[in-house]
């Protein structure tokens, strides 16, 4: 019969992503609702439709806001939006990558396989950052 390994306490990798799990879900609604309210603060409440402010909210992109009836897009397009946009960008692609890191580790159990998939991981990570901020650059 095998034993279990215990975990050392301290500040290792599994008990930062999961206070980093914690935190980014809690960042990522945060953003939501200011999102939200800063759109219907600048006039969605009369200008838009539901869909295209769930749009905005999640993704504040000056694009989604062209399709609806604001007739100065001026307050929409500006770099605020963009941090907001990488923001929402890097903790949700990051909470989810780490919740795809723990399902993963949970079914693989050679240590060796696990170091390969947290490797894969983070370049997913890397690549899908970059790929993001510039498309958040170029729009």
Same mark, same amino acid.
């Given at each position: 019969?095998?034993? %279990?390994? *215990?975990?050392?306490?301290g500040?290792?990798?599994e008990?930062l992503?999961?206070?980093?799990? %914690?935190?980014?879900?809690?960042?990522?609604?945060?953003?939501? *609702?200011?999102?939200?309210? =800063?759109?219907?603060?600048?006039?969605?409440?009369?200008?838009?439709?539901?869909?295209?402010?769930?749009?905005?909210?999640?993704f504040?992109?000056?694009?989604?806001?062209?399709? =609806?009836?604001? @007739?100065n897009i001026?307050?929409?397009?500006?770099?605020?939006?963009? *941090?907001?946009?990488?923001?929402?960008?890097?903790?949700?692609g990051?909470?989810?990558?780490?919740?795809?890191?723990?399902?993963?580790?949970?079914?693989?159990? @050679?240590?060796?396989?696990?170091?390969?998939i947290?490797?894969?991981i983070?370049?997913?990570?890397?690549?899908?950052?970059?790929? =993001?901020?510039?498309?958040?650059?170029?729009?």
């Open positions: 019969m095998k034993t %279990r390994k *215990i975990p050392h306490p500040w290792n990798l008990y992503m999961f206070l980093f799990t %914690r935190i980014s879900g809690l960042a990522f609604f945060m953003l939501a *609702i200011v999102g939200l309210l =800063s759109a219907l603060y600048m006039g969605a409440r009369l200008h838009m439709n539901v869909g295209t402010l769930m749009r905005w909210t999640f504040p992109n000056p694009n989604h806001v062209v399709d =609806s009836d604001i @007739p001026d307050a929409w397009s500006n770099g605020l939006w963009q *941090i907001f946009q990488i923001l929402i960008l890097f903790f949700g990051t909470h989810g990558l780490n919740g795809l890191r723990v399902v993963l580790e949970d079914y693989i159990k @050679p240590q060796g396989l696990q170091m390969l947290r490797f894969v983070f370049i997913l990570w890397i690549f899908m950052l970059m790929l =993001s901020v510039y498309v958040v650059m170029g729009s």
